[in-house]
Each structure stands twice: as structure tokens, then as C-alpha cells.
């Protein structure tokens, strides 16, 4: 079984304490129809667990099947270097089939974000790095796919559907 090999630290993108009981990973593709399918879920997870769940996002971009993956974990990026990147990570995944130009510029403005440092951000390349080794330590813990799931450091490939997320973090917290 793959295990996360790469911490999570204060420079990852999370919500929930950092001494939650469960820290649940995801590397993530903003276009990918799986992490899609996997949002609303996690998003029911965090408020049936509340504070005993902390959930963290890394970029994993497929770009060779998903042509926005790596426009759109940039446009998260900047969000994030401005303070919003969980409003941006959400619109994201709301709006996956407006994916693409237009729809970053009214994302920025909706945000109240520079649309020409947003243009800046993808000209010189300053999200690079970052976007690069999430992926690279994705590939270190086992991910080929996405979503890559990980529970308290273990992966998690679920069977079914995204529901069964619910069943293992139950059980570390004793709420079977």
C-alpha cells in the first residue's frame, strides 16, 4: 500500500487544525471529472467531521488529458498567494466545464484580484516550482491518477465511489 512520502507542513493549501485526529490529502486536477465527483463529497466530510478533520490539497495536473489542469492549478496558486485560494480551488471545481480564459478573468474579479497579476503569474512562470513538486511528490507516494487520496498517510482507493471516504475516517475517530 503507498504511503505519503512527503509531510504535510504550513506551507501546504489545508482547513481544519493541524492536530486534527484525520488529515485527509488530495492531489488534485482542477479539470479531472474524478476530483470533480470527489469535491462535493470531501466538502460533506468536512462538515460532518468538523474540527477532527483536517483536509489538504496539492496540485496534480494531468495535462496530457486534461488541457486547463495546469492553467487552472495556476490561477489557484495566485489565488492563494493573495489570500484566496480556497475561494478560487472551490470556483474551480464549481464551474470545471467553464474551465479556460475568460472564466479566470471573471474568477479574479469576482475575488477582487488583479487580472494583470494574474496574467504576470503565468507569463513568468512563479507558480511553476510549487505546481511541479506537488506533482513530484505525488509520484514519490505512489499517485498515477487523480484524485490521490490519502488517509493519515496511507492511500486510499476507493472501490464504489468517493462516498466510502467517510467509512475509514469514522473508524480512526471511533464514530463507527
Known amino acids: ?26 492531489y488534485g486536477d482542477y479539470q479531472c471529472p474524478y476530483c470533480g465527483e470527489a469535491y462535493p463529497v470531501i466538502k460533506q466530510l468536512q462538515k460532518r467531521f468538523g474540527n477532527k478533520l483536517r483536509f489538504v490539497f496539492r496540485n496534480f495536473p494531468l495535462v496530457e488529458a486534461h488541457p486547463q489542469a495546469a492553467a487552472a492549478a495556476i490561477v489557484a496558486e ?25 472564466f479566470y478573468v471573471e474568477l ?27 506533482i513530484d511528490g505525488g509520484l514519490r507516494s505512489g499517485v498515477n491518477g487523480t484524485p490521490g487520496l490519502f488517509i493519515n498517510g496511507q492511500a486510499f482507493y476507493p472501490r464504489q465511489g468517493f462516498d466510502e471516504l467517510a467509512e475509514p475516517i469514522a473508524e480512526i475517530l471511533g464514530e463507527r
Open 1 to 26: 500500500m503507498s504511503t505519503l512520502r512527503i509531510p504535510v507542513t504550513s506551507s501546504d493549501h489545508s482547513q481544519g487544525p493541524a492536530d486534527a485526529p484525520v488529515t485527509l490529502v488530495e
Open 78 to 102: 495566485y489565488a492563494g498567494s493573495q489570500g484566496k485560494f480556497w475561494e478560487a480551488h472551490d470556483a474551480l471545481y464549481e464551474n470545471q466545464q467553464q474551465l479556460g480564459e475568460a
Open 108 to 134: 479574479m474579479k469576482s475575488l477582487g484580484l488583479d487580472v494583470a497579476g494574474l496574467q504576470k503569474a503565468f507569463d513568468s512562470g512563479e507558480f511553476n516550482e510549487r505546481i511541479q513538486a506537488d
